[in-house]
């Protein structure tokens, strides 16, 4: 069973960049897919970007593409989310999700139930 912490998020304003990091331990990393969601005050947690086992398969949001990338180094068993061109928008608490195999469908993969293990966010703040 697989445990995800995540950090790098902060302050930060319009404009600027961000790197946030799962960090995962308990499994064999390298055969989960990974997601990023984001949840704002109020809001629905929406799905940013997912990535799947071998990095073939990627989705992004339609809000952050050309903006946010998601990449992993397995060996690291790490997950990496660099965000660029900031928002106010993006202002959210940011989840690092995982689920055993195949990355699912861009439809399945924006349904919070389609992933098992979560970590516990970390926020993220773009003044303007």
């Known amino acids: 069973q697989v445990q995800l912490v995540e950090s790098g998020g902060g302050l930060v304003q319009a404009g600027g960049s961000l790197r946030l990091s799962c960090a995962a331990s308990?499994?064999?990393?390298?055969?989960?897919?990974v997601a990023w969601f984001r949840q704002a005050p109020g809001k629905e947690r929406d799905l940013v970007a997912a990535?799947?086992?071998?990095?073939?398969?990627?989705y992004y949001g339609e809000s952050v593409k050309g903006r946010f990338t998601i990449s992993r180094e397995n060996a690291k068993n790490t997950v990496v989310l660099l965000m660029n061109s900031l928002k106010p928008e993006d202002t959210a608490v940011y989840y690092c999700?995982?689920?055993?195999?195949?990355?699912?469908?861009?439809?399945?993969?924006?349904?919070?139930?389609?992933?098992?293990?979560w970590g516990k966010g970390t926020l993220v703040t773009v003044s303007s």
């Open positions: 999700a995982a689920t055993y195999g195949g990355l699912p469908s861009a439809s399945t993969s924006r349904l919070k139930d389609a992933w098992g293990y």
């Open positions: 308990g499994g064999t990393f390298a055969i989960y897919s």
């Open positions: 990535i799947g086992w071998s990095s073939a398969s990627i």
